[in-house]
């Protein structure tokens, strides 16, 4: 029964089918029917991962694709992350003449991300990348803004130009050891020439980088977040991580004894948390800056990557993690989604006193990004910083802290303005700010499951600690 | 119980913060109320506490939080924590007497000053290093809030200077913990276990650095020359119940940090370093107590001499490190001394504060020079002020004498040289009259005419607590049964 095995893919896949062929027979002001088409098929997603989380963990179709707590927990977070998408995307694209054909995009580009979170096999991985990367070129500029069509010519340019490194680094390999499985490449790797294998380990992960949104390939996220629709922006920072960096833990368990691979990563991360937080500091605008908080964040995800197989911890750290940034960054995302007219950090000056509770999700969003306990990423910066020490690299925590003061910079400047006003906030005028219903209470739920999740880590960790299998 | 106490000002403060209809008055009055059984439950904690022996604790919790990790929640109390946790339900209720006159917001800052009492609890009944630093960083969220929000002057950019400095500091505090989560045998962020079992006994060089990290992090809170920089400012343009907070409260953490985690779980790397505490420790006395005597401003003042007390405590601490040559009993006595000396200063510190906010609410400033005979106009302030500044300059019948004597004793037993820090106590002696003078005596002027006298809601918070100094000064003895035992345990972890 291995089709079965693949039931949360394939519900993703008939999700976005049904999704589009329902858009081509509706008028346009009934398209709230593919809306319900997506949202049920990633709930029922999710569902059949969690069933399937508690299950055995294997490799599927000759050892090709692997169905264990990595797959599993990317698929989950993928699944609930596009829905929170959807909801906080509903305001902004509700009655827009190609609704359908985002909801149907948007579950193809999660697909796609699934499949290169559970690809045991560089083909397949190459696969994946594409079907996650084609579609959210085409979201990136479903916009129809000339912002939202350079953006998307970036992200292409850069996708395809990654992309192509991908697949000369899976030739190379192939080349060297004669097999695209990672089962035999990490059985063949010690008798491969290591120039070679070098070379195709180094494009490989470099490739992968663009998907993470992660130094050097990180060159789009600023503009796709500024530049496209918000609901766009919000999956684009979020979903493609989350599979780009299980791939790349399943990559570098593999590709560990290769000398250089682990410093590669280390570097990758350092570089990626200080440019990507340096670079926040002198944003104004919100969107653009949660754009480059969200290529700091690849590298402080990158940090246990690191260390996978030296420390047990680095495994579920990273998907605690990944978790928690995915819910912390779309509550940021849908505050901005909630009040899209404001596109200047100032412009949310006296928001705490208008809207107390838009004001508050905006603060647990930030401070959990800043990684404040008892948030989810706090668990997550704790434990994976914890991991790089425990793996014999506290160079890594040092960084990992050391860039976290960096970042406090952006994140004060943006949530000080909204609770500082200089009226007493009994008159500030609730007409001021009018967010956008749906929005508002996706980043209300967002908030509450980013502390829920950080107090319940323990839980979550329990669900994290598997073996990768090969 | 113990995490009654600590969680019941959490729900307390959600149950304000989520109810916007409520009006003032019964938030004002909630708020006393809620301090109120703080107050009654840590007296009762405090008389079902048996001593539990070393490395021991007494109502002990422990319940599984992120194994993976090897943390827990885990709290519990001994002769250390104890009396911090009375403190700061004795400090916060005073507080919330002080605020049933506040007008601005009430229900918000009844709410964010229950949430800043969680927290503070949480750090002294903390017994994870993961719980102690999710506290210790949550104290400072609270407090930034705390300043920005109801502080005057330049108040925003104090609070981000205090937000800025202490998170700093409570980054590099983490990454000690992990540092000593690396090291641990098996993998652990259990204080207890990590106690008995020190990491990185003999790895001077990585001991040495983590101690560093953690010495940083305790540095700037407690805070020390050179760290404290942040702390005038701070205390300058926060509200009086959160200077009260800050100074009575919340400075104690960086020093509880050194007795309960850099001592006992580093011993080694202490005792390498003890004379770099030993000199910080003197120089914070000597420098707060000359640059206290140059200000003009009377909160600033006092903010400096919190520096200058911080620093005998530091110096106590590092002084007990100092193992050759030395015996045992000495050090035992700068360590009682060094906790005395934390729950004086805070209740000594914590009234004075709350005065010297009554100063700005009557009269707009702090400045020294505008005042002239208030003791003819504000009797009730006076005498207050009065035994404040005596109490805190180290007067034989108050807590602080008992406190600093203590530390004295033991640390010139251990280390003669810091006699030097004797002068310390001069100086303080010397700003305190002069500032009395300035502002009691003499004609009546300036800001003076007109001054209203204490109201009953202010008499009542500030006389508590120093009575209390009064009390603890003549009768310590119920106060040094908890502390000593606790303090022995101490001197031994860092012996080994």
């Known amino acids: 029964m291995e089709p079965l095995a693949l039931l949360p893919e394939a519900l993703l896949l008939g999700g976005a089918l049904a999704a589009l062929l329902a858009g081509s027979f509706l008028p346009r002001e009934r398209q709230w029917v593919a809306r319900l088409v997506a949202a049920a098929a990633l709930l029922a997603s999710s569902v059949a991962s969690a069933v399937a989380l508690a299950g055995p963990a294997r490799t599927v179709f000759e050892g090709t694709y692997a169905v264990d707590t990595a797959t599993g927990a990317a698929r989950l977070v993928v699944a609930l992350a596009t829905l929170l998408v959807l909801g906080l995307g509903v305001d902004e694209l509700a009655g827009d003449r190609q609704e359908s054909e985002a909801y149907c995009l948007l579950l193809l580009s999660a697909l796609g991300a699934v499949v290169v979170a559970g690809a045991d096999d560089l083909l397949v991985l190459a696969v994946g990348f594409l079907l996650a990367s084609i579609p959210l070129y085409a979201l990136v500029g479903l916009a129809r803004t000339p912002a939202a069509a350079e953006a998307a010519l970036k992200t292409y340019l850069l996708g395809a130009l990654f992309g192509i490194t991908m697949l000369l680094g899976v030739t190379v390999l192939y080349g060297a050891t004669g097999t695209t499985s990672y089962a035999l490449l990490g059985e063949r790797l010690p008798g491969a020439p290591d120039a070679a294998v070098a070379l195709g380990a180094v494009a490989v992960v470099g490739g992968l980088m663009f998907k993470a949104g992660g130094v050097p390939g990180h060159f789009w996220v600023p503009d796709a977040a500024q530049g496209a629709g918000v609901a766009a922006a919000a999956f684009a920072t979020t979903v493609p991580k989350v599979g780009a960096l299980v791939a790349v833990l399943r990559l570098v368990d593999v590709l560990a004894p290769v000398a250089g691979v682990r410093l590669l990563v280390g570097l990758l991360a350092a570089a990626g948390m200080v440019l990507g937080n340096l670079a926040a500091l002198g944003q104004t605008d919100p969107r653009r800056l949660l754009g480059w908080s969200t290529v700091a964040q690849v590298g402080y995800l990158l940090v246990p990557v690191a260390v996978v197989g030296r420390s047990d911890l680095a495994v579920p750290s990273l998907l605690l993690y990944l978790a928690a940034y995915a819910v912390t960054n779309l509550a940021a995302f849908a505050v901005v989604a909630a009040l899209p007219a404001r596109r200047d950090l100032a412009a949310y000056r006296g928001l705490a006193g208008a809207r107390p509770g838009l004001a508050a999700a905006l603060l647990v969003a930030l401070l959990g990004l800043l990684g404040t306990p008892p948030t989810a990423v706090f668990a997550g910066k704790l434990t994976t910083a914890t991991a790089a020490w425990d793996g014999g690299e506290p160079w890594l925590a040092v960084v990992v802290v050391v860039t976290t003061l960096l970042s406090l910079g952006y994140h004060l400047r943006w949530f000080v303005p909204a609770y500082r006003a200089g009226e007493p906030p009994e008159r500030a005028d609730r007409g001021a700010f009018v967010p956008r219903p749906r929005a508002a209470a996706a980043a209300a739920v967002a908030a509450v499951a980013s502390v829920a999740l950080g107090v319940a880590a323990g839980l979550a960790w329990a669900v994290a600690d598997g073996p990768l299998v090969r | ?496």
């Open chain 2, 1 to 496: 119980m113990l995490s009654v106490l600590v969680v019941l000002p959490l729900v307390a403060a959600a149950v304000l913060a989520a109810a916007p209809a409520l009006p003032d008055r019964a938030a004002r009055r909630g708020w006393v109320a809620v301090s109120g059984v703080e107050v009654a439950l840590v007296a009762a904690l405090w008389l079902g506490y048996e001593d539990p022996g070393p490395r021991r604790l007494a109502h002990e919790e422990q319940v599984p939080w992120i194994p993976g990790v090897g943390s827990s929640y885990h709290v519990g109390v001994d002769g250390l924590s104890l009396p911090l946790l009375a403190l700061t339900c004795v400090v916060f209720a005073a507080c919330a007497v002080h605020a049933l006159r506040e007008e601005r917001r009430p229900r918000v800052q009844a709410a964010l000053m229950l949430f800043l009492q969680a927290t503070c609890l949480g750090v002294f009944a903390a017994q994870d290093l993961v719980l102690f630093f999710v506290f210790f960083d949550l104290s400072i969220v609270g407090m930034d809030f705390l300043i920005a929000g109801w502080g005057h002057g330049d108040a925003a950019r104090s609070a981000l200077k205090f937000f800025l400095y202490t998170f700093l500091g409570s980054l590099a505090l983490l990454l000690g913990f992990i540092g000593l989560y690396a090291a641990s045998e098996p993998r652990t962020f259990d204080m207890v276990a990590l106690a008995q079992d020190p990491p990185l006994q003999d790895e001077p060089l990585v001991g040495g650095l983590v101690l560093a990290a953690l010495l940083v992090g305790l540095a700037v809170k407690t805070p020390t020359f050179p760290f404290h920089t942040w702390l005038p400012p701070a205390h300058t343009d926060a509200p009086a119940v959160g200077s009260a907070v800050l100074a009575g409260v919340l400075l104690k953490m960086g020093t509880y940090g050194f007795v309960r985690i850099a001592m006992p779980m580093l011993p080694a790397a202490w005792r390498d370093w003890a004379w770099v505490v030993v000199a910080v420790g003197v120089v914070s006395v000597l420098h707060g107590a000359l640059v206290a005597l140059a200000q003009t401003d009377l909160k600033r003042m006092v903010a400096y001499t919190s520096v200058n007390h911080m620093g005998y405590v530091v110096l106590a601490v590092g002084a007990a490190g100092v193992v050759a040559g030395s015996d045992a009993e000495a050090r035992e006595v700068a360590v009682t001394g060094a906790v005395v000396q934390m729950v004086s200063h805070g209740l000594i510190t914590g009234a004075l504060f709350l005065l010297a906010g009554t100063l700005h609410d009557r009269a707009g400033t702090y400045d020294l020079d505008a005042y002239g005979g208030l003791g003819t106009v504000a009797p009730r302030f006076a005498v207050l002020l009065s035994v404040g500044a005596f109490a805190s300059l180290g007067l034989p019948g108050f807590s602080g004498f008992i406190a600093e004597f203590q530390v004295f004793a033991g640390s010139v037993a251990t280390v003669p040289w810091t006699a030097v820090a004797l002068l310390g106590i001069l100086v303080t002696a010397a700003l305190f009259l002069r500032a009395l003078q300035r502002l009691l005596v003499g004609e009546v002027r300036g800001r003076s005419a007109g001054f209203r006298d204490l109201r009953p809601s202010e008499v009542w918070s500030v006389a508590p607590l120093l009575l209390l100094a009064l009390v603890l000064g003549i009768v310590p003895r119920p106060l040094l049964d908890v502390v000593e035992p606790a303090a022995g345990a101490v001197v031994g972890l860092v012996g080994r």
